[in-house]
């Protein structure tokens, strides 16, 4: 009882940031998003009566504590649901770092959904899957379908689910991912998620989503490029002053994402068109078109102070395999 898949991270360009319902992960606004094609976790589950206890290995090595919790409790879904009594293996591996706003936990926990229902004999529907996976952590149903995928918010479970608005080669839009811290952060997005209403500005926020999803959708639709990437900006900047406001405040950016969310603005200006977005985490992901990409890493390797810089393209969702 054996099986393994793999998922892709995904960057929100409409964030999903405080919840309806905490332990159903409810979002309180839908999310727009894109599959990345080079940052994603590979992930096995084998369940046998030889294990006395589920066991998580991540990246090598192995997990206890609050993760593991976190983990046995999304299985415990799925086994009550298969009926099936026995622990599990859990061998997971991310091809980047975790716990640093690049949506770990999102290609985690729909790998881990994809591998554990298979590996149960359950044969779910892309909606069951990201369903399920969104129990696990919320952006995790948006790594489920393809390409770019909007995750309606809905008020019941069995409405919050993620589909594929665009497939992956519908637009060759790319997400430059410059790497700028890779410790863990100090506060969880689960934990930051529950702050929110703290925030001043939290509900502004929230009053203007759905002309924000209404006006990003058309963006998509009519491929306007310049007025996407002003909504992106935006809308990552306006997440982080929620984040900001909250209490206590939750500061994810270090002194280089500043740096090059301005620096970003600069080359706009000076033609090479585009814009930034940013998650829970000090990351930055430049987000430009094709056409705009190899200028735009010329103007990153002309810089110091970059560790890793990752170039994605619009990506598949959640796949088993062999
Ligand atoms: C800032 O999906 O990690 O990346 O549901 O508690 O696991 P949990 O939260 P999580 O939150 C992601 C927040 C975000 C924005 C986004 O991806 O939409």
Redesign the pocket.
């Known amino acids: 009882m054996k099986a393994t898949a793999k998922a892709p991270a995904?960057i929100?360009f409409i964030?999903?940031?405080g919840?309806r319902n905490e332990s159903l992960?409810i979002p309180m606004n839908s999310?727009i998003?894109m599959n990345l094609s080079e940052v994603f976790t590979t992930t096995s589950v084998e369940f046998s009566k030889e294990y006395i206890d589920d066991a998580l290995v991540i990246n090598g090595n192995t997990v206890d504590g609050k993760e593991k919790e976190r983990v046995s409790e999304f299985l415990d879904r799925i086994r009550k649901i298969s009926k099936v009594k026995l622990n599990a293996k859990v061998v997971s591996k991310n091809n980047f770092p975790k716990g640093t706003?690049m949506?770990s936990?999102?290609s985690g926990f729909a790998a881990l959904t994809l591998a554990t229902t298979k590996a149960l004999g359950l044969n779910l529907s892309e909606k069951e899957l990201s369903i399920l996976a969104r129990l696990?952590?919320?952006?995790?149903c948006?790594s489920i379908p393809d390409g770019i995928v909007e995750w309606k918010s809905g008020k019941q479970s069995n409405f919050s689910y993620a589909y594929s608005l665009y497939p992956p080669d519908y637009w060759d839009i790319q997400d430059v991912i410059l790497i700028i811290g890779e410790k863990d952060k100090k506060i969880?997005?689960?934990e930051?998620?529950a702050l929110v209403e703290s925030s001043p500005f939290y509900k502004s926020r929230i009053a203007k989503m759905d002309t924000k999803i209404r006006d990003i959708k058309k963006a998509l639709k009519e491929k306007d490029f310049t007025k996407f990437g002003q909504i992106i900006e935006e809308e990552a900047v306006n997440?982080h002053a929620v984040m900001m406001t909250s209490k206590p405040g939750l500061f994810y950016w270090l002194p280089e994402t500043l740096k090059f969310m301005l620096l970003v603005q600069n080359w706009r200006d000076n033609g090479v068109e585009s814009y930034f977005t940013i998650?829970?985490g000090p990351n930055i992901h430049i987000i430009c078109e094709g056409k705009s990409v190899n200028k735009l890493m010329k103007k990153i390797k002309e810089l110091k102070g970059i560790k890793n810089a990752i170039v994605n393209k619009p990506s598949i969702g959640a796949r088993l395999i062999d």
Do not use: P, Q, V
């Not at 696990?136 to 995790?140: C, R, T, V, Y």
């Open positions: 995904n929100a964030k999903y940031w919840k992960r999310s998003s706003g949506a936990s999102a696990g952590s919320g952006s995790a948006r969880s997005s689960t930051g998620h997440m998650d829970a």
